[in-house]
């Protein structure tokens, strides 16, 4: 016949095991903290709320961006990375924060240019080239695979896939 204990019986028998391995020993302040330290997380992630509001922008950038050499997304993924201010104010609702972040970017002609140099520096680095760095004004090399108005367009069209 099998024996099935309550779970009162159970909890009984764990504290009473407890007893008898703590009998004859010193209990200190690290054992009390130990103790009440095993549940501080239960229920919670260890990863901050910031690194989890930024890794799911990034799925959606990689996912959702149209861009072959991979250059606009790692950039834009590392912009989002580096706006630590607007990604934690949308913990709950990332992709907002996200588009304001391609808002400011689109909306700010300094900032656009800075970004799609950016882009471009990160293009030679993968491919280990000289970029073409277009100058605001100027019309880009004709194999400029990120011009002003490519990145500018890859943006708008982007925008458009985020909810």
């Known amino acids: 016949m099998v024996s099935v204990m309550t779970r009162?019986?159970?909890k009984e028998s764990d504290r009473n095991l407890q007893q008898d391995i703590l009998s004859g020993r010193q209990f200190t302040l690290a054992?009390?903290?130990?103790?009440?330290?095993?549940?501080?997380l239960k229920g919670e992630s260890p990863v901050p709320p910031l690194m989890q509001a930024v890794a799911e922008i990034n799925a959606f950038v990689a996912a959702n961006l149209e861009d072959s050499s991979g250059a606009l997304?790692?950039?834009?993924?590392?912009w989002v990375k580096n706006d630590r201010e607007k990604v934690s104010n949308y913990f709950n609702s990332p992709l907002v924060a996200l588009r304001q972040i391609i808002e400011a970017i689109l909306n700010n002609e300094e900032l656009f240019y800075e970004f799609v140099r950016q882009v471009?520096?990160?293009?030679?680095q993968i491919y280990g080239e000289?970029?073409?760095?277009?100058?605001?004004?100027?019309?880009?090399h004709?194999?400029?695979e990120y011009s002003h108005e490519s990145v500018r367009e890859k943006?708008?069209?982007f925008l458009e896939t985020i909810s």
């Open 8 to 10: 009162d019986e159970d």
């Open 31 to 40: 054992d009390v903290i130990g103790k009440e330290g095993g549940s501080f």
């Open 73 to 78: 997304q790692a950039v834009l993924q590392s």
């Open 120 to 124: 471009d520096f990160k293009w030679g």
């Open 130 to 140: 000289r970029p073409y760095f277009q100058r605001p004004g100027q019309p880009a």
């Open 142 to 144: 004709p194999l400029d």
């Open 155 to 157: 943006l708008v069209a």
